[in-house]
């Protein structure tokens, strides 16, 4: 069981990350920090084995955490969750070794094949003995297969399917959600968010996350201009 601290100044997106969470095996949530002295309390006292962490903390950046975790708990690893996308902050978590670094809004597709793919990784560096070369690959290039094979279909996305969304979403000028697509489409609202989810990685379409009154995030897709 992969042990996590969460450090999120908004207690409502904070919530969020703790119920992505409990939807995935392997994970539990430990502790959770609104800023960064909170922070470095629950990393002196549960050296967490992986830290998500925000840049925009009331009283620090989360940068400014990053010598500190490397030296009270050096086994544990981070993976941003940040609507952060300056230069010098990305060049500072690369250079420390970030293991993701994920621009908000996310959603819970991009949040688990994160986490997934992290979980991957440690059980390869928890072997025993040597690594064989794709392992070693895989640590430092998990996108080598698909920056090799750009034009390949992705598995479950059907062409045809597709082209029907990308029509939809084109004439959708106030956006659509994944729900009112299915609904447009007659298929199931995770199938239409499956298509529009890669539509957005492709840079084809936009996504938006809103709040509702609850505070359930809710993404609208909107076509890319």
Same mark, same amino acid.
């Given at each position: 069981?992969?042990?996590?601290l969460i450090v999120e100044?908004?207690?409502?997106?904070?919530?969020?990350?703790r119920?992505?969470?409990?939807?995935?095996?392997?994970f539990?949530?430990?502790?959770?920090?609104?800023?960064?002295?909170?922070?470095?309390?629950w990393?002196q006292?549960?050296?967490?084995?992986?830290?998500?962490?925000?840049?925009?903390?009331?009283?620090?950046?989360?940068?400014?955490?990053?010598?500190?975790?490397?030296?009270?708990?050096?086994?544990?690893?981070?993976?941003?969750?940040?609507?952060?996308?300056?230069?010098?902050?990305?060049k500072?978590?690369?250079?420390?070794?970030?293991?993701?670094?994920?621009?908000?809004?996310?959603?819970?597709?991009?949040?688990?094949?994160?986490?997934?793919?992290?979980?991957?990784? @440690?059980?390869? *560096?928890?072997?025993? $003995?040597?690594?064989? +070369? #794709?392992?070693?690959?895989?640590?430092?290039? !998990?996108?080598? =297969?698909?920056?090799?094979?750009?034009?390949?279909?992705?598995?479950?996305?059907?062409?045809?399917?597709m082209?029907?969304?990308?029509? @939809?979403?084109? *004439?959708?000028?106030? $956006?659509?959600?994944? +729900? #009112?697509?299915?609904?447009?489409?007659?298929? !199931?609202?995770? =199938?239409?968010?499956?298509?529009l989810?890669?539509?957005?990685?492709?840079?084809?379409?936009?996504?938006?996350?809103?709040?509702?009154?609850?505070?359930?995030?809710?993404?609208?897709?909107?076509?890319?201009?």
């Amino acid at each position: 069981m992969i042990e996590i601290l969460i450090v999120e100044d908004d207690k409502r997106i904070a919530d969020i990350h703790r119920r992505f969470i409990e939807k995935m095996d392997g994970f539990q949530v430990v502790g959770s920090a609104h800023n960064g002295a909170e922070a470095k309390d629950w990393i002196q006292a549960l050296q967490p084995q992986l830290v998500l962490l925000d840049v925009h903390l009331p009283d620090m950046k989360g940068t400014e955490l990053l010598p500190f975790i490397q030296q009270e708990s050096p086994d544990s690893d981070i993976i941003f969750i940040t609507a952060a996308s300056e230069t010098d902050i990305v060049k500072k978590a690369f250079r420390a070794g970030v293991a993701d670094y994920i621009l908000k809004p996310l959603t819970f597709a991009r949040f688990e094949e994160s986490l997934v793919a992290y979980k991957e990784k @440690r059980r390869s *560096l928890e072997k025993s $003995g040597s690594l064989d +070369e #794709e392992s070693i690959q895989k640590l430092w290039n !998990s996108n080598r =297969t698909a920056l090799s094979e750009p034009f390949a279909t992705p598995k479950g996305i059907d062409p045809n399917t597709m082209a029907r969304i990308k029509e @939809r979403l084109a *004439l959708a000028e106030l $956006g659509m959600t994944a +729900e #009112e697509m299915g609904s447009a489409c007659g298929m !199931s609202r995770s =199938t239409a968010r499956r298509y529009l989810e890669h539509l957005v990685s492709e840079r084809l379409a936009a996504a938006e996350l809103l709040y509702g009154t609850i505070g359930r995030p809710e993404r609208r897709y909107f076509p890319q201009p």
